[in-house]
């Protein structure tokens, strides 16, 4: 079987400096969870989305958002042919396995919750009738910091729960931006991502994540983990049962892609804030003493770790 190593290896290729980004998109695409990725204009998340698509020779779709977009321009619609006397369904850009929904934030609520069904029951419904979706299907869903730009609308919490990972995407180093500069400077865009592997392989990946142990003790980590977000004084919204199932999730497919079939510690600590902090909510209190990161990572090394030896 085709090892995960040469996917990984031809999107560092295309992708400069995006290492940690490109493992988590691919832990969410062996779970099919959702990834929201969240930087300033320019920072080549289009290009991340594309090759990540091209790379697996997915279906891939794009979806500018603003705020005249309507739920139907996501998912579908059914319309009347004069001709043929007759209604005729057509599915939107939902109908894919990559889609990415390109700044999120600038579509109204009743349009982002066009893609509810779609990433979690990986469906869609269009006058009564229900179509199933590709598989696999992931959305690569987009951000500008929303506290820098105008006219945007902030995910509800709602919609947030339904992304497997949070992403923020920092400026390139000085090495990463010259080698951007020697790589695309001359012909941008002329770079493309060779075609590495089939969907029926990230498939044949997937089950094999299904078959990764977890250990019973990495078990009662993560739910003292996510009790612990609940009863803490300075959080308002604590971790949700969906948010444990998506933590353990992302903690099998770490280690797959880290080539194990167990779990360990250091595959739930690797997933913890990309997963979690999305989906939690500061107390008005919380939010003038601390920050979101400095109360989890505290709240996280306060909880006994399992002794790795003995999750094996």
């Keep these: 079987m085709l090892n995960i190593s040469l996917l990984q290896d031809e999107l560092n290729k295309a992708i400069v400096g995006r290492e940690k980004e490109i493992n ?20 080549g998340k289009t290009m991340m989305a594309k090759s990540f698509a091209d790379a697996i020779q997915g279906e891939f779709k794009r979806l500018q958002f603003t705020p005249d977009v309507l739920p139907s321009d996501v998912t579908g619609i059914s319309f009347f042919h004069p001709q043929k006397q007759s209604f005729i369904l057509r599915v939107g850009p939902v109908m894919s396995n990559i889609l990415l929904a390109d700044e999120i934030n600038r579509a109204t609520p009743r349009t982002q919750s066009s893609l509810l069904e779609a990433m979690e029951e990986k469906q869609v419904t269009i006058d009564g009738e229900t179509i199933k979706l590709l598989s696999p299907f992931m959305v690569i869903a987009t951000q500008n910091p929303v506290e820098s730009q105008q006219g945007t609308f902030p995910l509800p919490a709602a919609q947030l729960d339904r992304f497997l990972f949070k992403l923020t995407i920092d400026y390139p180093t000085l090495e990463e931006e010259r080698i951007i500069l020697q790589k695309f400077g001359r012909a941008p865009g ?8 089939s969907l029926e392989q990230v498939e044949a990946w997937s089950k094999e994540v299904k078959e990764v142990v977890v250990h019973e003790d990495i078990l009662t980590y993560i739910i003292q ?25 992302a903690a099998k497919a770490s280690a ?10 250091d595959d739930v600590k690797n997933v913890i804030e990309p997963v979690c902090l999305h989906r939690m909510k500061l107390s008005s209190q919380g939010m003038l003493v601390h920050n979101l990161v400095e109360i989890m990572r505290e709240l996280v090394s306060e909880i006994e770790v399992p002794v ?5």
């Design 256 to 265: 797959f892609i880290n080539g194990r079939m167990y779990v360990t510690p």
């Design 24 to 43: 988590f998109m691919l832990m969410g695409l062996l779970v099919q969870g959702h990834v929201l990725l969240e930087s300033v204009p320019g920072s």
């Design 225 to 249: 983990i996510v009790h612990k977000t609940r009863s803490h004084p300075y959080i308002e919204l604590g971790l949700s049962s969906r948010a444990s199932l998506a933590l353990l999730q």
């Design 308 to 312: 790795e030896a003995n999750v094996r």
């Design 190 to 197: 002329e770079i493309k991502t060779k075609k590495i592997v």
